[in-house]
């Protein structure tokens, strides 16, 4: 009783109308006295499952299941919250003294708090790798608030905050996989560790992941931003916008159309244009530069004047992703993983081969020796502190981390796609770090939380959901309902 005083009349024709028609129809052949037994009890059932279907379909209106989903994420995220608090604090409420890269950071963003507007003569001679528009903000708040370095620092970690907030207010998977994606995202630690600082790297990932989210969501405008924004922060963030659009190209010419057909769909794409908005942003800076730094900075000029490749920075990136990436998504999220056929395997076996190959001509001992800082992250610290001087047995942990990286991405997707393309582009960085990593980490455990587990990764739940699609299917079929076709969503896992 209380269900139909909530739902009203209205509700009650939605269930009578179909029901009424149906028993006409169905007994309109037979005898007129077969109404009498029949059609009542095809009322009574009809009645009956309509009543149910319309109930559950309200039922989140007033038991509100989704409240309490999101309830526990803003609790979580309050926890989030406790633990940049206690960051700062850790780090003298963020007013501690210049380190590491804010050093040279700050003398620029002091030339940029100088000229609000920049001219054009300082953005071609500013002394920095990255794309100028981290310095601008900084600048503009030196210029608003004259804080020194705690405003910047602390724009990063509101910042780094928001992603967080993004993160687990957006993602579409149940509220469980959710959490554990950020508890795997957050323990990278470069997350965290780098919104305590006067860093570029904060509004860069910001943007591209920003950039992502709004792709799947259909908002190509706000992506498109997002990604002019990525690049601008910094130059290597084109690779989201790449990856996601060489996925998208392959999706467009798997289909079944003719060429022709398929060529013109992929030409407006909004997913194809909102990507294409970062990859003319950072032309329009190689353009301006005639280069991809700055034409007057010594040192950036220094870092990329030749324009040779590093593959051995691409072999660390899939290391990193194997050691930070692939162990624990497996142990929080992956462990029904299906076993692979026996051509599959040793084409897997062949792979790991050739990369051990490519270990083998272009070790990644560490970095050059004019960078002035060997080492190459957390990782390789870690390594070398446990192992020493063993470098052969370093190399042979990082070629079993990036054979792991080569497993779990040997399958084509749009997270494969992150991970290849990161690895092909970093391959002309001056260095490698486990910083670069960070964006390609995020996106990839936030695949996994706006989307259930994919067939090959959860075979269980893969036949569960046949089986119900097939009980859904006959009750529809036997109901007089069609049966609820969703439509296509672009990204996969």
Partial sequence: MVCCCRLGKSHHAQFLTPCLVRIFREDRIGPPWSLTGGAIRRFTRCHADRRVRVATSYAGLYDSPMQAKLSTRILFLTLMAVVY???????????????????????????FAAEPLPSVELLRSYDEYSTPLPFMIFGWLESAFGAGLFAGRLFNALLSFGIACVFVLTARAETSRVLLSVVGAWSFPYLIGT????????????????????????????????????????????????????YRITQLLSGTESFRRRLQSALIDPTLLACAAGFLALLGW??????????????????FATPELNPQHGLYFLAVIGAYYVPLAWLLLDRGASKEPFGMKRALLASVLLLAVAFFIFPPLGNPDDYGIETMGFLDKFLRWVLGEHEALRLVVLWGAASLCFWRFRRWS?????????????????????????????????????????????????KQSDRDSRSRGRQTMGSGVRPHRSKPVFVST
Wanted: proline share 5%; aromatic share 16%; with cysteine.
């Fill in 195 to 246: 919104s305590v600082y006067l860093y570029t790297d904060v509004l860069a990932v910001a943007g591209a992941f920003v950039g992502l989210v709004s792709i799947r969501r259909q908002h190509w405008i706000l992506s498109a931003a997002a990604f002019v924004v990525a690049v601008s922060s910094r130059q290597y963030m084109v690779a989201v916008p790449i990856a996601i659009a060489v």
């Fill in 85 to 111: 608090v206690v960051t700062a604090w850790f780090f003298d409420w963020l007013g501690f003294a210049p380190a590491k890269d804010e050093i040279h950071y700050w003398p620029t963003t002091l030339r």
């Fill in 414 to 462: 749009l997270a494969s796609a992150l991970v290849w393309t990161h690895a092909l582009l970093l391959m002309k960085a001056h260095i490698a770090w486990d910083k670069y990593a960070m964006i390609c980490l995020l996106c990839l455990w936030y695949l996994q939380a706006d989307a259930p587990a994919t067939p090959s990764e959860n075979t269980d739940s893969k």
């Fill in 286 to 303: 190689i353009v301006f530069f005639w280069g991809l730094t700055p034409p007057y900075s010594s040192s950036a000029s220094e870092a």
